[in-house]
């Protein structure tokens, strides 16, 4: 991915200014609700009106910006106008915990984690699935369940096999095992591991891959956003679990961070997962501050979150953030951690911190003159809607000894409901795994068609998908074709 730098121009803003700024920003987030329509513009302020959303900006660069959401705040009218437009990816915040979705054994209640498919689907978001299997939120019916291998084997296929069933071709990533190591850098001792040792990962991601052959699979912990002894066990366990041919392929990094303490290594952290062909994500981002947030704090945790998001956007193989909840009303950060706060890039007025236009300018925003065209970069997916009805534009993002991982992004000329792009694989290739496509080969020739929640598309609206393959020795530029259905 590649990405147009903006220019900082927001350092001296107050944040009082950005305050204001923002009640007149697409709509402020949510100022229609707050009746601020009448308030009166100044003229830098009526140019602010016209800055793009953190979503538009991220479809834009053709990468993840995601939300978690919770399905009951989802009645807000605010809430839900916010996750709608700021953010092109869901990630249920508890709605999809095994204790939520089958809290007794063979019982399985869907409706809470429903709600937020279908809003996701209408909002034309992706959705990052979260999680299977996870020590916590675990019913005790699991934990304490005394089951032999066999049984505690089938305990978790039916579980996996039936919540990714439910939701085969609408969610496109999932976090199939969470947090599975411990801060010592030790396999955590939770029941899955007492009972079936550490392979109950592996058997994990093969349950997870048979039940939806085309999901993106995902380890998530939190703490090993830099390079430390756990993140190096993190590092090894992937190494083994790819050299067994175990169907993962990505990592998540949660990044709950503290203002001030970002690790200084984590693109070099993202770019070693990276190298071994793994997509990486920053699933759960939320940087705290010990309250009360002043002025000069929410700056430093601009500067958090700007070098979070750039160090990822700097990496090919990173697909991009997910922020732990939708404003700081919503942020879990309070209820656990004594006096701190105010960790998301939106505050509890659904007012834009600092923090928000770092990740704009980020994004290649720049809300301080969103006239200013952005410098373009010759490699960026083009703007202006093609003639046909659609097309395809395909770029080699990180390459190895005998693999490769390529992006394509699919630009609409008209509006369409569906597409499919074809092309020829050069002499050695295979495509392995793809993401946010439906892809299968016949000989060299191959065909992708969008998942459902991608497939629609208005004129000159781009989306992007992806996928590892092996090459022969080189890697081939294809011709690509892009036709409108599916
Ligand atoms: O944000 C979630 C909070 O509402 C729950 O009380 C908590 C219970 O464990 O889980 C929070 O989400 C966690 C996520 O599922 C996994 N990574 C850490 C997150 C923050 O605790």
């Known amino acids: 991915m590649s990405f147009t730098k903006g220019r900082r121009r927001l350092r001296g803003r107050t944040v009082g200014a950005v305050a204001l700024a923002v009640t007149l920003v697409t709509g402020g987030l949510a100022a229609a609700a707050h009746g601020q329509e009448g308030t009166r513009v100044s003229a830098e302020d009526a140019v602010q009106a016209q800055a793009a959303s953190l979503r538009d900006l991220a479809d834009q660069q053709g990468v993840r910006m995601g939300t978690a959401v919770a399905s009951h705040l989802l009645d807000q009218s605010d809430y839900r106008q916010t996750a709608a437009t700021e953010f092109n990816s869901v990630t249920h915040e508890n709605d999809l915990k095994w204790e939520t979705v089958q809290p007794q054994q063979g019982q399985f209640s869907w409706s809470n984690a429903d709600r937020v498919v279908d809003f996701a689907e209408q909002n034309n978001q992706m959705i990052h699935g979260h999680t299977l299997v996870w020590h916590s939120q675990l019913p005790s019916w699991v934990e304490n369940g005394n089951f032999s291998q066999d049984q505690l084997r089938g305990v978790m296929q039916d579980h996996i096999s039936t919540t990714m069933g439910r939701y085969r071709g609408q969610i496109g990533t999932w976090d199939v095992v969470n947090e599975p190591i411990d801060d010592n850098a030790q396999f955590r001792d939770s029941v899955f591991y007492q009972t079936l040792g550490q392979d109950f990962i592996a058997e994990a991601f093969r349950m997870a891959d048979q039940a939806d052959p085309s999901a993106r699979l995902f380890i998530n912990d939190y703490n090993i956003d830099g390079i430390n002894a756990k993140s190096d066990a993190y590092y090894e366990l992937v190494r083994d679990l790819l050299a067994q041919g175990v169907p993962i392929d990505g990592i998540g990094f949660q990044g709950h961070l503290i203002s001030g303490q970002v690790p200084s290594d984590i693109q070099q952290n993202i770019q070693r997962f990276a190298d071994l062909g793994l997509e990486v994500m920053i699933t759960e981002l939320d ?112 390459e190895w000894n005998s693999g490769f991982q390529a992006e394509v992004t699919v630009t609409a000329g008209d509006s369409l409901t569906g597409w499919t792009v074809t092309w020829n694989l050069g002499s050695g290739e295979s495509v392995s795994h793809a993401w946010n496509a439906s892809v299968s080969s016949s000989g060299s020739a191959v065909t992708a068609t969008d998942v459902g929640y991608n497939g629609t598309l208005s004129a000159g609206q781009s989306t992007a998908f992806g996928f590892v393959g092996n090459h022969g020795g080189s890697v081939s530029t294809p011709q690509l074709t892009c036709t409108s259905g599916s």
């Open 287 to 398: 940087i705290r501050i010990q309250m009360p947030a002043t002025e000069q704090k929410l700056e430093q945790q601009a500067r958090d979150y700007e070098g979070v998001v750039n160090a990822c956007y700097a990496v090919s193989g990173c697909s991009g953030v997910i922020v732990w909840g939708v404003t700081d009303a919503h942020s879990w950060v309070p209820d656990h951690f004594d006096g701190q706060g105010a960790a998301l890039p939106i505050d509890s007025d659904y007012q834009q911190k600092p923090a928000y236009w770092a990740i704009h300018e980020a994004l290649g925003g720049d809300p301080a003159d969103p006239t200013d065209p952005p410098t373009e970069d010759p490699t960026d997916p083009p703007t202006d809607p093609p003639s046909g009805d659609c097309e395809a534009d395909y770029r080699v993002t990180n």
